[in-house]
């Protein structure tokens, strides 16, 4: 025994010897009469201190005055016994705090005596009633509590004692006893607290901006081996046990210790890492609940101070919670916690040098933007890809992995999910675009953004169309109920269909804010290409809200660019020819979808011409009144008999009165004056339109089909042809078809149009305008 311990024990003894001076002390030496019998037995049940100051009438006898149920009197004996557990438990108390004092040898004898008495008294704990098991379980209690005051006071030193105390605890947790197991979990978690909160950690980062010496070099090493014993607990304790209940407490002690410590680890965090990875993809939903909990402290409060070596493990276990499938929920706000990894890696992207960041993407917008570029070819010289490893830290590897991680889970059986994940990816390279360099952005689209496009539209194409039954609510009559779905989402097809109108509208968005920059990219012809194939097959085969989409697509990129002088020729000619092809083919629907795609076409061929006219020559714009000359054929054949029947124009020949007065050609064009009003003069009915009988316009529309909606029929009308004279021999087969009631409303139109001509192509084309209007 210590010399210490012998003083403390020295004193225990002589203070138990003196027991009849120690109660007179606990009486409070009262002058009173001994001989009263009322007053002569009785100690008041309270405090030595106060008995000392309390008068004649102690508080003992007010409050049995005032209770009903009189108070058992103590005894001199049983006071002096009373006295005794009082010095005795003021001397225990005293005891373990001293335990700081002590020799290492001597908190050890002391640590092993307490595990020993809590040890026999855990057999015979299994059951958690009768006194006996009570008894027992206050006999461990006594045993922990000791032990964490052990640790609290030794937390200086606490190496020598961690492990005997914490593995004493976790077989503890391992008991069958629930007591025992909250009281275990509930001591380790003050112990880890106690160590985590003390002076020995200090932030990581001030520790690591100090002056670096061997001596620090050491007290590190002893830090870092310090950290993960105090770490290690919860992780052994998480895969030692099959109880969800231990399991779950080893967890929320975690979650205590990152949200109160988190910045004072370092360390430790490959083995939460781990510990939390392995979590998403256990099956029980409490355990993935918290084990999320635990990663969003991480990603919202931690990022800055995770090693840099284990932020690619943090994006992967991100990833591991977005594809769990245990828990919607947690999968669609974990696909947000990897929109705040982009943000958080985006920072370390801005930070590169600062000559390098002025010729990104950034520069190359403000350019276009300033009108200040003049040759295409020198984005190519001006951008140069930018070194993104600061601080060891590969920035562009950890950008990659998120917009990979997006990219599967694009593609995830479950709508919400895979929706959630294109916003998402398309979000945040709209956001952070600009501070990716030329090889980062060739790497996105051809990696990321062009293969989720393919693979939307193939499982577009290809889902099930069968009927989805909603989630079963109940039975009623014995039938099952469910969950009502709404006819736009009942099938396999269409929540594919909103995957690929997402991915559609994701593509605008970076095409309306980068394209000036994409044009720039060696292979973006060949992707833009791609994309128009795309388009056009949506067009074409999907559904309407898919066509719709595909259209939005380019006609968001032609108007956010082609005025700005931003578009260049050739692919403003490739869109107006998708335009025209796509009218030009069958599609898959009918009706008024069909109409409705068409109408959107048209309106985006007006805003297309008034957004470029400054592009068009006499050959572009020929095509485009070829384009719609085309259009008005086919809806006077599949609506031929909607005047009658409702006593309108057709949805389609009424866009087509709506844009005709954007098409004016400018004055470098003027020469299409006589073009557009002579295509659309032959549209007027002429004298001998009434001789014409049904069997005659069955003929008419038989042959124009022939040579327009059918893809392997004859040749088509070249836009030589469609543009000639009325009185021309390819065009009288197919304007036979009188529309009175569209005739009607194109004269104020034509009419209005031909005064706002020049004054030499009014003189060319008034003997026509004459002729067409039969005076």
């Known amino acids: 025994m210590t010399e210490e311990e012998a003083i403390v024990a020295a004193e225990a003894e002589e203070a138990i010897k003196d027991k009849d001076k120690s109660s007179h002390w606990l009486i409070g030496g009262s002058n009173k009469d001994e001989g009263s019998d009322s007053d002569s037995d009785e100690i008041p049940v309270a405090s030595p201190a106060k008995v000392r100051r309390s008068s004649g009438e102690g508080p003992a006898k007010v409050r049995r005055r005032e209770v009903s149920t009189p108070v058992p009197k103590l005894t001199r004996e049983l006071s002096m ?72 006071n030794n937390v200086h030193r606490v190496e020598p004692f961690w492990d005997q105390v914490t593995c004493h605890f976790l077989e503890l947790a391992d008991n069958s006893n629930p007591h025992l197991k909250n009281m275990a979990l509930d001591a380790l978690d003050q112990s880890i607290s106690a160590v985590l909160g003390s002076d020995r950690f200090q932030d990581y980062k001030q520790s690591k ?11 590190i090493d002893k830090l870092k081996s310090l950290e993960c014993s105090v770490i290690s607990p919860l992780k052994v304790l998480y895969f030692s046990t099959q109880s969800v209940d231990v399991r779950v407490g080893s967890l929320k002690i975690l979650l205590h210790v990152l949200e109160r410590y988190g910045e004072k680890l370092y360390y430790s965090w490959p083995n939460i890492l781990e510990m939390l990875r392995y979590v998403a993809d ?20 931690g990022l800055s101070t995770l090693p840099t070596d284990c932020l690619q493990v943090c994006v992967d276990v991100t990833g591991a919670y977005s594809a769990q499938k245990t828990e919607l929920n947690i999968s669609l706000t974990a696909v947000g916690l990897l929109w705040t990894m982009t943000d958080f890696i985006a920072k370390g992207l801005l930070n590169g040098p600062f000559e390098e960041k002025e010729t990104g993407v ?147 968005r970076i095409l309306r804010m980068f394209f000036p920059f994409f044009t720039s990219l060696s292979n973006f012809w060949s992707g833009w290409e791609s994309l128009l194939q795309y ?42 020819n998708v335009y025209e092809l796509v009218l030009r083919k069958p599609s898959s629907y009918h009706g008024s979808a069909a109409d409705k795609v068409t109408q959107e076409i048209l309106h985006c061929l007006g805003e297309l011409y008034v957004q470029a006219q400054g592009l068009f020559n006499d050959v572009v714009y020929t095509q485009l009144i070829a384009i719609i000359d085309l259009a008005v054929k086919q809806a006077m054949l599949t609506n031929d008999n909607f005047e009658i029947e409702f006593g309108n124009v057709p949805p389609v020949l009424r866009t087509i009165l709506e844009i005709l007065p954007l098409l004016r050609p400018t004055k470098h064009i003027c020469s299409m004056w006589s073009v557009l009003l002579r295509e659309f003069l032959q549209y ?24 327009y909606d059918v893809p392997n029929g004859s040749t088509p009308i070249s836009h030589n042809e469609v543009a000639a004279s009325p009185g021309s021999g390819s065009t009288v087969a197919i304007t036979g078809l009188p529309s009175y009631i569209f005739a009607e409303k194109l004269v104020p139109v034509l009419v209005e149009l031909f005064l706002q001509a020049p004054a030499v192509e009014k003189h060319i084309i008034y003997p026509e305008i004459i002729q067409s209007l039969g005076r």
């Open 81 to 152: 016994q009373y006295s005794d557990f009082n010095i005795l438990s003021s001397l225990n108390s005293q005891l373990f705090e001293s335990s700081a004092l002590m020799h290492i040898s001597a908190v050890k004898s002391l640590l092993c005596a307490l595990c020993q008495l809590s040890y026999q008294c855990m057999s015979g704990t299994s059951s958690s009633l009768g006194p006996t098991t009570s008894q027992k379980i206050g006999s461990i209690s006594f045993s922990v509590e000791r032990m964490i005051s052990i640790l609290v």
């Open 209 to 219: 901006s100090l002056e670096t010496s061997q001596e620090m070099e050491v007290n």
């Open 282 to 301: 256990v099956s029980e939903k409490d355990l993935v609940t918290l084990g999320f909990q635990n990663l969003r402290v991480i990603m919202n409060d």
């Open 362 to 508: 950034n520069s190359i917008v403000k350019q276009v933007d300033n009108e200040k570029t003049e040759d295409p070819t020198l984005f190519s010289n001006i951008v140069r890809d930018r070194t993104s490893s600061i601080d060891g830290v590969d920035f562009e590897k950890l950008l990659f992995s998120v917009f990979s991680l997006l990219q599967n889970l694009g593609a995830d059986e479950r709508p919400e999910v895979r929706n959630s994940s294109v916003r998402t990816l398309f979000q945040t390279l709209g956001t952070h675009g600009q501070k990716l360099s030329k090889s980062l952005w060739e790497d996105c689209l051809w990696n990321y953004v062009f293969p989720t496009l393919d693979r939307a539209s193939h499982m577009a194409a290809t889902s099930s169309k069968d009927e989805w039954q909603g989630k079963e609510l109940g039975t009623r009559g014995g039938k099952a109920i469910h969950m009502l779905i709404h006819h736009s989402r009942n099938t396999a097809q269409k929540q594919w269909d909103e995957t690929l109108v997402l991915v559609f509208g994701g593509i605008a």
């Open 535 to 576: 388009v056009d097959n949506s067009i074409l085969n999907g559904s309407k809200e898919v066509a719709l989409a595909a259209i939005n697509c380019l006609q968001t990129t032609v108007n956010s660019h082609s005025s700005k002088g931003n578009m260049p020729m050739p692919y403003l000619i490739s869109v107006i």
């Open 684 to 707: 007027l009915p002429r004298q001998d339109s009434h001789l014409h009988s049904e069997d005659g316009k069955i003929d008419q529309a038989r042959d124009y089909q022939v040579k």
